[in-house]
Each structure stands twice: as structure tokens, then as C-alpha cells.
């Protein structure tokens, strides 16, 4: 990794948030042990409460956002985050496409309260999960349930480098390719969505012999008609296959879309 530039008089602040998430994408930060000892020479981890209780205050350079947004409390800390971020990147499902909670959208929230807890009446929350985008401007999405370390790294380097960010815009199909991984759906007859999902986690799921699950979220142009054509002609029933594309990315625009048009 590049050193800081002489000129540049401090580290600029970097801020880990989280909202409405089960920690996955900051772990996937904190595991990234050996590249954090480079990265923490030419940026200052300022709010990072997984990490540690020490806050710098801002504003940042720097923020770093997981979870979606499901409470009031949430969507007015929102905007009190982007003010203090010069530049914020959402990082993962929830944070890009209101999460697996999203599920919940699709249902009656009242209900799903009364049956849960016990004084449903002590419950502030919203209607629907929502990505961070709909309430405040995202500099840039990193997708993935966890996001990808490598991928991690990139963002971070490319901030410090003053540079654009270079990730992956083809399919997990071309992942299989490069390990050379027969292909789950050609050979066995697995329905997958590994040609409608955006690259990032290195095809773990075909190499294992199961169907991609979409963890990384719908790739740009995504022909998602074509792949669940396929899960029917496999034998898949449409109720299961609205299911195939309501997982950790349901309110992804192309899957929604998709698992709605198979519900009857």
C-alpha cells in the first residue's frame, strides 16, 4: 500500500456506524488483522464502537455504514451521520437493500409485533426496513452479506489514494469460471443465481455443490426472468421460487420484482 503523502498534515478520520444489522459487515472489518496495520498507519479510526469505546468526534472523512434503517431513532440518526461524513459508503445487504429483515415488508408489521412481544405498545419502529440511500446520499454501495475483505480493502485504499474504487461488475457465473467450478445448474440441474449475482465472494456456494443464494445482490442488468424460467423448468414451484430471490437481498429492485411476479 502507498504512503501518505508528506504533504497531508494528519490522517483523516475514518467512522464505522451501525443500524439495524447482526454485525457481519463490521466484523468482516475487524477481520481484516494484517491489512489493518498498514491502513492504520495512513488513517485514523476515529468511531468505531465494535472496536472500541474511544470516540474522536467528527466530522469524518470517512463513514463506513451497516444495517438498514427500521426505527425513527434510526432515520434521524441517518442524517446526523451524513453531516458529519464527508465522504459514506453503505456496506452490505442491509445497509444497500434493507437487509433479510426486509422480509418484514411484506407483511403486517402490527401483527408481527402483537405476536413477538409482549407490550408491542413500547415499540417505536417504521413500516418497512429500508436501505440507507433512501434517506440521505450514499457515495458509493458495497454489497455483500458480509461484504468481501478484499473488497474492504479496496474502498479504503482507494480513499486513502484519492482514486476511484475498482470492484467487480460482472456475475458470480465468471467466479465459478476462474476455480474452475462446474456449473451447479448445467450438470446436477441446482437452480442458482449465480448469473443474476453481483461477484464479490468467490463462488463459495457452487463450489460446494449448492445453488448461489444472491448474497452479494442483483449485478447491473440483471436477466432475472431467464434464471427463474430455469428454477421451473427444474421442477422448482413459483411459490418457491419468489422464495429464491427473497433472502438477504428481498428489497434488491430486480429480485422484488421478480419474487413478485411468481407469488400467485
Excluded at 457515495?139 to 475483505?149: N, S
Excluded at 468467490?202 to 427463474?228: E, K, L, Q, S, W
Aim: charge should be positive; hydrophobic fraction near 40%.
Amino acid at each position: 500500500m502507498p504512503t501518505r503523502s508528506p504533504a497531508r498534515a494528519r490522517r483523516p478520520k475514518l467512522a464505522v456506524w451501525k443500524f439495524a444489522s447482526c454485525d457481519g459487515c463490521q466484523l468482516s472489518v475487524l477481520n481484516l488483522e494484517e491489512e489493518l496495520l498498514p491502513l492504520a498507519g495512513e488513517i485514523e479510526i476515529a468511531n468505531f464502537l465494535e472496536a472500541s469505546s474511544a470516540v474522536i468526534k467528527g466530522p469524518y472523512d470517512l463513514s463506513l455504514v451497516e444495517g438498514s434503517v427500521t426505527t425513527p431513532d434510526d432515520a434521524r440518526r441517518v442524517q446526523q451521520v451524513r453531516q458529519q461524513s464527508r465522504r459514506l459508503v453503505a456496506i452490505g445487504a442491509c445497509a444497500n437493500f434493507g437487509g433479510i429483515q426486509a422480509l418484514r415488508d411484506l407483511m403486517d408489521v402490527a401483527a408481527l409485533q402483537r405476536t413477538v412481544y409482549a407490550h408491542p405498545e413500547y415499540l417505536a419502529t417504521l413500516s418497512r426496513s429500508t436501505p440507507i440511500s433512501a434517506h440521505v446520499t450514499v457515495d458509493l454501495e458495497l454489497t455483500g452479506c458480509p461484504v468481501d475483505r478484499g473488497q474492504l480493502v479496496e474502498v479504503l485504499t482507494a480513499f486513502i489514494q484519492d482514486r476511484p474504487v475498482r470492484l467487480p461488475q460482472h456475475s458470480v457465473c465468471v467466479e465459478c469460471k476462474r476455480r474452475g467450478t462446474v456449473c451447479v445448474t448445467v450438470a446436477p440441474g441446482t437452480p442458482c443465481l449465480g448469473p443474476v449475482t453481483r461477484a464479490g465472494c468467490g463462488a463459495i456456494c457452487p463450489a460446494y455443490h449448492r445453488g448461489c443464494y444472491g448474497c452479494f445482490g442483483p449485478v447491473d442488468g440483471a436477466n432475472t426472468a431467464a434464471v427463474a424460467d430455469r428454477a421451473r423448468e427444474l421442477g422448482m414451484p413459483g411459490r418457491d421460487v419468489a422464495r429464491l430471490f427473497r433472502l438477504f437481498n428481498t428489497a434488491a429492485p430486480a429480485f422484488a420484482k421478480e419474487a413478485a411476479h411468481h407469488d400467485a
